[in-house]
C-alpha cells in the first residue's frame, strides 16, 4: 500500500470506530498528506519511516514558522495514524510511541462582555433579505449564547431534537457523545418562532412534492444544512449591524463568552465542562483566570483585613 491508501483506511476507521466528524477527518487528512510530502522527499514513506524522520519533521515545522498548537496537532496525527498501522500490522514498530511534541499553550482567546453579546442578539433580529432570514439568524445566535454548542453542532442540529418545545437539547458532539444542554428563556422563545417558520417550509415543500430536510438551519448545499462558513459570514454581518468590530466576533468566540460569563457569575468549572462537552477537565481550565479574579474580588470585599 502506498501513503495515501494509507491515510483512507486510516480515515475510514477513525470514520467507523470512532465516529470522527468530517472536519476531524479533512483535518487528519490534511496533515498525514503534508506528513506523506516531507518523507517522500526524504526517501521514505509511512513504511519506512523512522523516530528521527518524524522528529526532524516536527522541527522543519518549526523552522516553517508553524506554531505551537498546529505542531501539536500534525504530531498527535502522525501518533494515531503510526499506532493503527502497527496494531493493523502494517508496520512492526511504531516509530511515534515515544515522541513529545510542543507543549499547548492554554491561552484563552478573546472574548465578549454581556452587554455586547446582547447588543449582538438583538442587532441578529435585523440582519437578513427576508423576514424568515431575521428569524433564523435570531435564533442562531440566541442558541449559541444559551447552550455554549461549537459551531458545527449548531449547524448540523436535527430538527428532531427540537420537537415538543423542549427546556434542554440533545446534542452530539465529538466523537460521537451526546450531551444535555439547557436552554434560557429567550432562546426557547427564539427556537418557538424559528420552528414555526420551519414548520410552514415543510409543508410548502410537501405540496410541490419536495425533499423535506431533516436540520433545523437547512441549506440547499452539499450537506443539506446551513454552513460553518456561512454562518461565519452571517455573525460577521451581525457585528457590523451592532457596531462591534467584525474581526472581535466569531462562532467560537460566542462559544467562549457563554463560558466566561456562567464563570463570572459562580457556575462550577466541572459545569463548564459537561456543557461544553469537553472530555477532559484539562481543556476546561483556560478559563481558570476567570475563576481567580472572582475569587481575588471576593476575598477583598468580605474579607475583614482587606478593609
Known amino acids: 500500500m502506498d501513503d495515501l491508501s494509507h491515510i483512507s483506511t486510516f480515515l ?3 470514520s467507523a470506530e470512532l465516529g470522527a466528524s468530517q472536519n476531524t477527518l479533512l483535518a487528519y487528512g490534511r ?7 516531507w518523507l517522500n522527499n526524504q526517501n521514505a514513506n509511512f513504511a519506512t519511516a523512522s523516530r528521527d524522520h518524524i522528529e526532524q519533521y516536527l522541527i522543519a515545522c518549526d523552522a516553517d514558522g508553524l506554531s505551537n498548537a498546529t505542531r501539536s496537532r500534525r504530531l498527535s496525527a502522525a501518533k494515531q495514524l503510526f499506532r493503527f498501522l502497527f496494531e493493523e500490522g502494517l508496520r512492526n514498530s ?10 499547548k499553550s492554554k491561552k484563552l482567546p478573546g472574548t465578549l462582555s454581556s452587554n455586547e453579546v446582547e447588543s449582538l442578539i438583538a442587532s441578529a433580529a435585523n440582519v437578513g433579505k427576508t423576514s424568515n432570514d431575521r428569524l433564523r439568524n435570531l435564533c442562531l445566535m440566541e442558541l449559541l449564547y444559551a447552550t455554549g454548542m461549537r459551531v458545527s453542532e449548531l ?18 458532539g465529538k466523537g460521537g457523545k451526546e450531551r444535555m444542554v439547557p436552554l434560557s428563556s429567550q432562546a ?15 409543508e410548502q415543500n410537501r405540496k410541490k412534492r ?12 452539499k450537506l443539506g444544512h446551513l454552513t460553518r462558513h456561512a454562518f461565519y459570514l452571517i455573525i460577521k454581518d451581525i457585528a457590523v449591524e451592532a457596531g462591534i468590530m467584525p474581526s472581535k466576533v466569531t462562532p ?8 466566561t460569563h456562567l464563570l463570572e457569575n459562580g457556575a462550577d468549572l466541572r459545569v463548564i465542562q459537561t456543557l461544553l462537552g469537553h472530555a477532559d477537565v484539562s481543556t476546561t481550565e483556560i ?4 475563576l481567580e479574579e472572582r475569587l481575588k474580588s471576593l476575598v477583598l470585599k468580605h474579607h475583614p483585613l482587606a478593609k
Not at 496533515?31 to 510530502?37: E, P, Q, S, V, Y
Not at 419536495?210 to 448545499?221: D, E
Not at 467560537?252 to 463560558?259: D, K, P
Open 287 to 290: 478559563y481558570t483566570h476567570v
Open 12 to 14: 475510514e476507521a477513525q
Open 188 to 202: 426557547k422563545d427564539a427556537l418557538t418562532e424559528w420552528s414555526n417558520v420551519r414548520e410552514e417550509i415543510d
Open 94 to 103: 511504531n516509530p511515534a510511541i515515544e515522541i513529545k511534541g510542543p507543549n
Open 31 to 37: 496533515d498525514l498528506k503534508d506528513l506523506a510530502g
Open 155 to 172: 449547524v448540523s442540529l436535527p430538527i428532531a431534537a427540537t420537537r415538543g418545545n423542549p427546556d434542554m437539547l440533545l446534542v452530539l
Open 252 to 259: 467560537h468566540v460566542l462559544r467562549h463568552a457563554f463560558a
Open 210 to 221: 419536495q425533499p423535506i430536510s431533516k436540520f433545523l438551519f437547512p441549506s440547499r448545499g
